[in-house]
């Protein structure tokens, strides 16, 4: 007899991003120079005061052990960059917890909260882990299209009411993956407001908030008064420090809520290793100057793309913030079709908005994590190919 998965994982289909890296190591393989601008995986380092913190402590005898019990300096690391980044005070013993990067959190939290017929109310597009760990936990999920004509916000006066009196959890991710739209706090205070009309736990994955362009910062949904009543606020230092590999992550907010996270996570993990805590502590606390060139290097990726799609006669608003551009596919031929195509005829990898949800059809989404020359290289050819 073949071994068979457990119900709850059986309808899950491989990582989308495993079975595109197979292929492109495999055009690579027969000579094929591919420009990657598919993935959402910083490619500048840290700074290096930040590796020595790493370094320093692994430097160290004591520093090799399990940690469970010995986080209370990277929550309180937390708490202030919290308070200094977005003016919200956090008690680190009651409303911080630390996890192995903030994917390993936003998974528990369906694991947590939901028990089975229970609903998630799931933006889409959006980052896959929202609704597969709801699915995972037994719960349902009712989607929220995210269209341009509404700036890629939900619809709260769309969802039925038969939804409502079900759902447990609201999604939010803004500044946005994929579509690089932002929120500003007027929204935020409407949904704050909408969680508490409804007994809802707003679950919001902030990890672009320190990835702005043209003056942009992006605003902490828990800056919205009574907030912490409703909200769980996931964050990492991926995306903002470059140390996505890392698996250096947060929640905030909701007390009970994080109690049920670690709950689960005591039986999960044994916590981060410490140096990597060290590391991040130093990261949050110390200099933060180095952002704005960071930023600026994005940037310079984010005009040089939007300047290549121009050209190719694909009309798009520069985003204000996160790591993507979110592109209508000319033509109206499906996104998997149209990235597939052009992944074989001009060795240019993006990814199908397909991939991020049905509403997401119609799109495709470059990421601005490859050199700009190699940016300029694929617009190039993009360009170039539509122009046959």
């Known amino acids: 007899m073949p071994l068979r998965p457990a119900h709850r994982i059986a309808h899950i289909k491989p990582y989308f991003f495993a079975d595109l890296g197979k292929r492109i190591t495999a055009m690579r393989a027969q000579g094929v120079d591919v420009v990657r601008l598919d993935i959402g995986s910083p490619d ?15 430097s160290k005898a004591n520093t090799h052990g399990y940690t469970l019990g010995l986080t209370a300096p990277f929550r309180s690391a937390v708490a202030d ?98 579509t690089g739209a932002i929120a500003d706090i007027a929204f935020f205070e409407r949904t704050v407001a909408f969680a508490r009309q409804h007994d809802l736990v707003v679950a919001h994955d902030n990890p672009y908030c320190d990835v702005g362009y043209d003056g942009y910062r ?22 903002t420090y470059n140390m996505a590999g890392w698996r250096v992550g947060m929640a905030v907010g909701q007390p009970d809520a994080l109690k049920f996270i670690e709950t689960y996570k005591s039986q999960q993990d044994s916590a981060m290793f410490a140096p990597l805590m060290a590391a991040g502590e130093v990261a949050m606390l110390g200099d933060q100057g180095w952002l704005a060139e960071r930023n600026r290097i ?5 005009d040089a793309v939007v300047d290549g ?22 033509g109206g031929e499906p996104s998997m079709d149209f990235c597939a195509r052009m992944l074989e005829q001009t060795g240019v990898s993006a990814t199908p908005g397909a991939v991020f949800g049905e509403h997401g059809e119609g799109y495709f989404r470059i990421s601005l994590v490859t050199d700009i020359e190699r940016i300029r290289e694929g617009a190039q050819r993009i360009a170039g190919w539509l122009h046959k």
Do not use: C
């Open 44 to 58: 500048l380092p840290p700074p290096g005061f930040i590796l020595e913190a790493m370094f320093d402590a692994a």
């Open 218 to 239: 992006a605003p902490s949904l828990l800056q919205v008064p009574g907030a912490k009543d409703v909200v769980v606020e996931f964050n990492s230092l991926s995306k």
């Open 298 to 302: 994005y940037q310079e990726r984010r």
């Open 81 to 178: 960059y919290y308070k200094k980044r977005f003016d919200v005070d956090l008690d680190p013993k009651t409303e911080v917890i630390d996890l192995i990067g903030s994917k390993e959190g936003l998974f528990i939290l369906s694991q947590a909260l939901l028990n089975p017929g229970d609903v998630s109310l799931v933006p889409d597009p959006a980052y896959a882990v929202y609704a597969m760990s709801t699915k995972i936990a037994g719960g349902e999920v009712h989607k929220l299209p995210l269209l341009a004509e509404n700036a890629f916000l939900p619809d709260y006066a769309a969802i039925p009411a038969e939804m409502l009196k079900k759902a447990k959890i609201l999604w939010l991710n803004y500044p946005n993956n994929p």
């Open 309 to 330: 799609l121009h050209r190719a006669g694909i009309q798009v608003a520069p985003p204000q913030a996160a790591l993507y551009v979110w592109a209508p596919v000319p």
